[in-house]
C-alpha cells in the first residue's frame, strides 16, 4: 500500500539531546514537509522540499533541521537549540507543480516528549 | 489579524444534526481552499477541495467559499458519530505550494 510512514510514534527525550524523525513515502511524490501541531495552535510548517537536495524553510525552522537525500525520504532532526519541543510532528507529501491541487498526505504523526 | 481563523470549539451536536463549520482569513489572494479532518492521533486527511468560490457537494458534506466575504464554510449533513475529529480549514495562493492551516475546531457527534 502506498503512503507515508513516520518513526517512532514515540518518543522521549532528554534535554539537551538531539533526536531524529524518520519520513519515508513511496508515493512517488516530489514535494515533502514537515509540521508541527500543537494543542490550539492548528498546523505549522518546519520545512519543506519540493525536490532531492533542496529544502526551504517554514514559518517556525528555528531549532530544526533537515536532510532530503533520497526523493523517498526526509528526516527532521530536532535539535538541543529547540526552546519547546515537546509537540506532535507530521510528515506530509504531495505531488509538486502545475498538477498541485491541495492536497497533503499525511502519515501518523510523531509524537516526541522532553523530559 | 491572524491570516487565517477558525474557531476551536469545542463543538458538540447530537447524532444527525446540521454541522457547520467556518473559517475566515484575509489574504486575498487565496484561492484554493481545503478542509482536513483529523481524527484522534492521526494525521489529517483531505475531506474537500474548492478552487475560487461557490459550493462543492459529496455525500453528506458541502464546502461553501465567499471571496468577497473572506469567509469559508463546511456543512455536514445528518451528521454521524463517526463525524466526531478536528476539522482543519486550509488555503492557499497556489504556485507557492504552502497552505495555511486555521487551527482546526473539534466536533463531537454524540449518539
Known amino acids: 500500500d502506498g503512503g507515508i510512514t513516520q518513526s517512532p510514534k514515540y518518543l522521549f527525550r532528554k534535554e539537551g539531546q538531539n533526536v531524529t524523525l524518520s519520513c519515508e513515502q513511496n508515493?512517488?511524490?516530489?514535494?515533502m514537509y514537515w509540521y508541527r501541531q500543537d494543542p490550539g495552535q492548528g498546523l505549522r510548517l518546519i520545512y519543506y522540499s519540493q525536490i532531492v537536495n533542496d529544502f526551504q524553510k517554514g514559518d517556525i525552522a528555528e531549532g530544526y533541521s533537515v536532510s532530503r537525500e533520497k526523493k523517498e525520504s526526509f528526516p527532521l532532526t530536532v535539535t538541543s537549540a529547540q526552546k519547546n519541543p515537546t509537540a506532535f510532528y507530521l510528515c506530509?507529501?504531495?505531488?509538486?507543480?502545475?498538477?498541485?491541487?491541495?492536497?497533503?498526505?499525511f502519515g501518523e504523526g510523531s509524537r516526541l516528549t522532553v523530559l | 489579524q491572524k491570516e487565517v481563523e477558525q474557531d476551536p470549539g469545542p463543538l458538540s451536536v447530537p447524532e444527525g444534526a446540521i454541522v457547520s463549520l467556518n473559517c475566515t482569513y484575509s489574504?486575498?489572494?487565496?484561492?484554493?481552499f481545503m478542509w482536513y479532518r483529523q481524527y484522534s492521533r492521526k494525521g489529517p486527511e483531505l475531506l474537500m477541495y474548492t478552487y475560487s468560490s461557490g459550493n462543492k457537494e459529496d455525500g453528506r458534506f458541502t464546502a461553501q467559499v465567499d471571496k468577497s466575504s473572506k469567509y469559508i464554510s463546511l456543512f455536514i449533513r445528518d451528521s454521524q458519530p463517526s463525524d466526531s475529529a478536528t476539522y482543519l480549514c486550509?488555503?492557499?495562493?497556489?504556485?507557492?505550494?504552502?497552505?495555511?492551516f486555521g487551527k482546526g475546531t473539534k466536533l463531537t457527534v454524540n449518539p
Open positions: 508515493l512517488n511524490h516530489d514535494a
Open positions: 506530509a507529501s504531495s505531488i509538486a507543480g502545475g498538477g498541485w491541487t491541495g492536497e497533503l498526505f
Open positions: 489574504n486575498s489572494a487565496f484561492q484554493y
Open positions: 486550509a488555503m492557499s495562493a497556489g504556485g507557492s505550494e504552502k497552505l495555511v
